[in-house]
T-cell receptor, first 114, second 113 residues
Framework: GDSVTQMEGPVTLSEEAFLTINCTYT??????LFWYVQYPGEGLQLLLK?????DKGSNKGFEATYRKETTSFHLEKGSVQVSDSAVYFC?????????????FGKGTKLTVNP | NAGVTQTPKFRILKIGQSMTLQCAQD?????MYWYRQDPGMGLKLIYY???????DKGEVPNGYNVSRSTTEDFPLRLELAAPSQTSVYFC????????????FGSGTQLSVL
């Protein structure tokens, strides 16, 4: 079945450091890919998405490129801030593969120190 | 603009007790979902609904029941609470299929002791 694998956390960075959170996926069809973010004490929010190969999703300085050849959707940010401290979830939906629901990775906790 | 509202925010149950987690959305979304989030395990889908009167099981439905009598409301029922149901529960909604954006509530933290 469909699955998402994220890098293990937690990740701790200093402010203004470069961030990469790796995400790879397995899917039967041609999935859409997502990054959701969960700030402390809150529900998840959509951060960015990409619906086809080579698409780049971007929002709030974060970027991720849909790489079909490597089945990856790594999240990057050039300069993190303390306010980026949160848990980040990679997810996919694969309607053509029979799954209309979102499949989530386990999440990666990011802590940014001043 | 309320979005997805979940109640209660926190609850402690004794083994064998029952309760209903409430979820309401005011965006006229057809699709609604219940997830549970266990530490380090990501989110697991419990039940979902594609419209009023239609519900279906997700990955981990055992021990739970749902109903969808209106577009707005999607309550989750725990009949005989067990310690394994200690978790954070999230309700979510979307306008159409999961390829569209999901809107999440702020969660219910449930402990079964």
């Amino acid at each position: 079945g469909d699955s998402v694998t994220q890098m293990e956390g937690p990740v701790t960075l200093s402010e203004e450091a470069f961030l990469t959170i790796n995400c790879t996926y397995t899917a039967t069809g041609y999935p859409s890919l997502f990054w959701y973010v969960q700030y402390p004490g809150e529900g998840l929010q959509l951060l960015l998405k990409a619906t086809k190969a080579d698409d780049k999703g971007s929002n709030k300085g974060f970027e991720a490129t849909y790489r079909k050849e490597t089945t990856s959707f790594h999240l990057e940010k050039g300069s993190v801030q303390v306010s980026d401290s949160a848990v980040y979830f990679c997810a996919l939906s694969d309607p053509q593969g029979g799954s209309e629901k979102l499949v989530f990775g386990k999440g990666t906790k990011l802590t940014v120190n001043p | 603009n309320a979005g997805v509202t979940q109640t209660p925010k926190f609850r402690i149950l004794k083994i064998g007790q029952s309760m209903t987690l409430q979820c309401a959305q005011d965006m006229n979304h057809n699709y609604m979902y219940w997830y549970r989030q266990d530490p380090g395990m990501g989110l697991k889908l419990i039940y979902y609904s594609v419209g009023a009167g239609i519900t279906d099981k997700g990955e981990v439905p055992n021990g739970y029941n749902v109903s969808r009598s209106t577009t707005e409301d999607f309550p989750l029922r725990l009949e005989l609470a067990a310690p394994s149901q200690t978790s954070v529960y999230f309700c979510a909604s979307s306008y159409s299929k999961a390829g569209s954006k999901l809107f999440f509530g702020s969660g219910t933290q449930l402990s079964v002791l």
